[in-house]
C-alpha cells in the first residue's frame, strides 16, 4: 500500500477502491450516517480532507473523500474529453450509487466546488445539500468572472494550461517544486503541512499520469461537448469563502440568486482560497450545523 493510502493521521479512515461506472476511484472514508461526499480541488487528493474528514465523521456521518479521476491513485483516463464536467458529474452520481445512499451532501473545494455544482445540475435527485469552498458556480464564472479584467489576470494560469506538454513540463520539473512552493507559500499558517504532508503531496503528483490528469480538467472545461446544462439549484446551498484568496475574486462568491435561490454565504475575511487547510475546525463546523439545519 502506497503512502498516500497508509499511515494517515486518523487511525479511524478506511481505504478501499470503488467501481463508479467508466472509472474506479479509491476513497477514503470513515464514520456512518448520512452520506457527505467531500471533493479536493487542484493540485490536492483525497489527503486534503484529513482533518475535516475524521471531524465530520465524529459529528454522525458516512464521510467520503474519493481521489477524482486523474488524481492520486484513482484511474487516470488518455485523453481531454474524458474529464470534461459532464463524466466528472457522472463519477459522483456514481459513488452514490456505489456506496448504496438515496441521496448524498457534496462538499467541494476549488475544482472540487466545480465538479459539485456539475453534480448538483446533473443529478439533483442524488443530491440533499451542497457546500462550496471558494469555487464560483461555473456559469456566474463564465458570464461574470472571465470578462472582468482584474479576473482575467488572477487565472492566467488556466490559459497557460491549455497548451500541449507546456504545463506539464514546468509543473514536474525539479521535483515538481513549483507545486510544492504553492503549497509552502499559499497556505497561511505555519500549521497547515508538516514535512510528511509535503512529502505525501509529492508523491501524489508523481504517480503515472497525474500531471496530464490534472492539467486535462481545465483543458476540458472550455470544451462545449462535455459541459452540464445550467439548471438552477433548488436544493440549500452553503458557500464558504477565505476573502484573501489570489486566484479567485471575493464577488465571485455569490453565485446568484436565479441560478441558486437558496443559498447562504459565509465570508471569512482573515482566510485564502486554502481555507480548509488553515482553519479546519471552523469548515467543520460550519458543514456540519449546515448538514444539520432543518428548513421551516
Known amino acids: 500500500m502506497s503512502t ?24 477514503a472514508e470513515a464514520g456512518s450516517g448520512p452520506l457527505v461526499i467531500l471533493l479536493h480541488g487542484f493540485p490536492e487528493f483525497w489527503y486534503a480532507w484529513r482533518r475535516i474528514l475524521p471531524a465530520l465523521a465524529r459529528e454522525g456521518f458516512h464521510v467520503v473523500a474519493p481521489d477524482m479521476r486523474g488524481y492520486g491513485a484513482s484511474d487516470k483516463p488518455e485523453g481531454i474529453e474524458p474529464y ?54 461555473p456559469t ?28 506539464e513540463h514546468f509543473l514536474g520539473r525539479d521535483g515538481h517544486a513549483l507545486l510544492m512552493k504553492a503549497l509552502r507559500e499559499e497556505v497561511r499558517g505555519p500549521n497547515a503541512f508538516d514535512a510528511e504532508d509535503l512529502d505525501r ?52 462568491a455569490d453565485p446568484g440568486g436565479d441560478l441558486v435561490p437558496n443559498v447562504r454565504i459565509v465570508h471569512v475575511p482573515d482566510a485564502t482560497h486554502w481555507i480548509h487547510h488553515e482553519r479546519p475546525e471552523l469548515v467543520t463546523a460550519e458543514v456540519a450545523a449546515f448538514l444539520r439545519w432543518k428548513e421551516a
Open 140 to 167: 456566474r464564472m463564465l458570464r461574470d468572472g472571465l470578462r472582468s479584467p482584474r479576473q482575467l489576470v488572477r487565472s492566467w494560469y488556466m490559459f497557460m494550461f491549455q497548451l500541449p506538454g507546456v504545463p
Open 4 to 27: 498516500s493510502q497508509s499511515g494517515d493521521a486518523s487511525p479511524e479512515i478506511r481505504h478501499r477502491t470503488v467501481d463508479v461506472g467508466e472509472v474506479r476511484l479509491h476513497i
Open 201 to 252: 503531496y509529492r508523491e501524489a503528483f508523481a504517480a503515472p499520469g497525474a500531471l496530464t490528469g490534472m492539467i486535462n480538467y481545465y483543458r476540458a472545461a472550455i470544451r462545449r461537448k462535455s459541459q452540464v446544462e445550467t439548471r438552477r439549484i433548488d436544493a440549500p446551498v452553503l458557500v464558504l469563502w477565505g476573502d484573501l484568496d489570489r486566484h479567485l475574486g471575493r464577488e465571485l
Open 84 to 137: 470534461g464536467p459532464r463524466h466528472l458529474a457522472a463519477d459522483i452520481a456514481g459513488l452514490v450509487r456505489a456506496l448504496g445512499a438515496p441521496r448524498a451532501s457534496v462538499v467541494g473545494h476549488d475544482w472540487g466546488a466545480g465538479v459539485a455544482w456539475c453534480f448538483a445540475m446533473a443529478h439533483p435527485e442524488l443530491l440533499d445539500r451542497l457546500v462550496v469552498i471558494n469555487g464560483p458556480h
